[in-house]
């Protein structure tokens, strides 16, 4: 089905009050993930998997010029994003599943660290899954420092590939020590929050590292 120009995928719980995951999507992932995460527990919870967006331009805080070349540039649309994912696309999937008791926002890469930006922006969201987030954006960091999370954060997940920060790029060798402080900005604030470090690079098992970081919060 499509809201707001974005594609979803929308699996509903068998019951009432069971929590909401919605997850950002680069690709076709999202069904591969729930299925994931339902072979894992067996919790009730719905699934809404969103296609079709920007990630260089709707999941960043502010510009910033590309790491890699041939990448584009990346934008300032996570504000305006965010907005239409709580005012609309939130809205419309609650209307098609039984009613949560809760939503958690998932996401891997430039997902997750939107996902963390919503946990300082937005009372819509009670956990929060940053999976190999790209913690390493230059300047948030210092966002996260300077703002309190949302009081409505109660847990948070984290998780990395052992490889990531091995990286021969300076800004992306930052990741690692980077997610480790804003860890420990979320646990200063009283929110559960955990680590995970995986084998592997940024792209090896990145559906099932988003999966077991879902299952573990839920």
Same mark, same amino acid.
């Given at each position: ?30 069904? =591969? ?5 339902? !072979?894992? =527990?067996?919790?009730?919870? !719905? @699934? ?14 502010? +510009?910033?010029? %590309?790491?890699?070349?041939?990448? /584009?540039? $990346?934008?300032?649309?996570?504000? %305006?994003?965010?907005?239409?994912? =709580?005012? +609309? ?7 098609? *599943? /039984? #009613? /949560? !008791? $809760? ?16 946990? @300082? ?12 987030? !790209?913690?390493?954006? /230059? ?6 420092? #300077? ?10 997940? $984290? ?13 992306? #060798? ?11 900005? &979320? ?10 470090? @995986?084998?592997?690079?940024?792209? &090896? ?5 988003? #999966? +077991?970081?879902?299952?573990? *919060?839920?």
């Amino acid at each position: 089905m499509q809201i707001a120009n974005k594609e979803l995928e929308i699996f509903a719980a068998k019951s009432e009050n069971a929590p909401l995951v919605i997850v950002n999507c680069f690709e076709d992932e999202g069904e =591969t993930i729930y299925r994931q995460v339902q !072979s894992q =527990t067996d919790k009730d919870f !719905s @699934f809404a998997a969103i296609h079709g967006i920007d990630c260089y331009t709707e999941l960043t805080p502010w +510009k910033c010029s %590309a790491l890699r070349k041939k990448e /584009p540039d $990346f934008g300032d649309g996570a504000k %305006a994003y965010l907005s239409e994912l =709580t005012e +609309k696309i939130l809205p419309e999937i609650q209307r098609r *599943i /039984p #009613a /949560p !008791s $809760f939503s958690i926002l998932a996401g891997y890469s430039l997902c997750g660290l939107f996902a963390v930006y919503a946990a @300082f922006t937005s009372n819509a969201f009670k956990r929060i899954v940053c999976g190999s987030g !790209s913690l390493w954006y /230059p300047g948030f960091l210092e966002f996260c420092k #300077a703002y309190e999370p949302s009081e409505k954060i109660d847990r948070i997940s $984290f998780s990395l590939g052992d490889k990531e920060a091995l990286s021969q790029n300076p800004v992306y #060798a930052t990741v690692k020590t980077n997610t480790l402080e804003i860890q420990s900005i &979320f646990q200063e604030s009283g929110v559960t929050a955990t680590f995970t470090e @995986f084998p592997g690079n940024h792209f &090896f098992e990145a559906d099932k590292r988003l #999966a +077991k970081g879902i299952t573990s *919060i839920l």
